[in-house]
């Protein structure tokens, strides 16, 4: 991409790269590869994808003040609805972490009037494994169960095996 000056190539290659050093525990230079990511889409809607991806790097990182912003950011600009719901659904969690349980009760209630069960399998049993989480997180143990059990039994039905692992 570097060599050709092809904007697109070097964004993939970055946001994979991104997702490869998260999964591999290297945080640090999954951001920085995150970063030259969203710089480097052309397509406002690719920068905004990839701003989700880094987001929930920042997150794991414990930077929740800049995953908040960027999500934020994801979920006033992108245009398709499923990305919209899954900004709110992060960012309501970022608030469980944050032990905010208002502002997480707020923004669950505002992805329930957004019709949250309309989206994709994929994404739907995301959101319902980082309700179960967001509630393990406040100490709400029996609604978390539920919430992780629904989760789990959804993953099944859709064949999402690597939710299906971290549900259990």
């Known amino acids: 991409g570097r060599k050709t000056g092809d904007r697109y190539v070097r964004a993939i290659a970055h946001h994979d790269l991104m997702t490869v050093e998260k999964l591999a525990g290297d945080l640090d230079d999954a951001v920085l590869h995150g970063w030259e990511a969203v710089q480097a889409y052309d397509s406002p809607e690719g ?85 179960g989480l967001s509630y393990r997180t406040l100490g709400r143990e029996e609604e978390a169960v539920g919430w992780l059990k629904k989760a789990l039994a959804f993953a099944e039905e859709h064949g999402l095996n690597k939710l299906i692992f971290d549900a259990e």
């Open 47 to 131: 920068g905004l994808r990839a701003l989700f991806d880094l987001a929930g790097v920042l997150r794991e990182s414990g930077e929740f003040s800049a995953a908040w912003d960027a999500y934020s950011v994801v979920a006033g600009q992108v245009e398709g609805a499923e990305y919209y719901l899954l900004a709110l659904d992060a960012m309501a969690y970022i608030s469980a972490l944050r032990g905010q349980e208002e502002e997480h009760e707020l923004l669950r209630n505002r992805l329930d009037e957004e019709g949250w069960e309309g989206a994709s399998p994929v994404y739907r049993a995301q959101m319902l494994y980082y309700r």
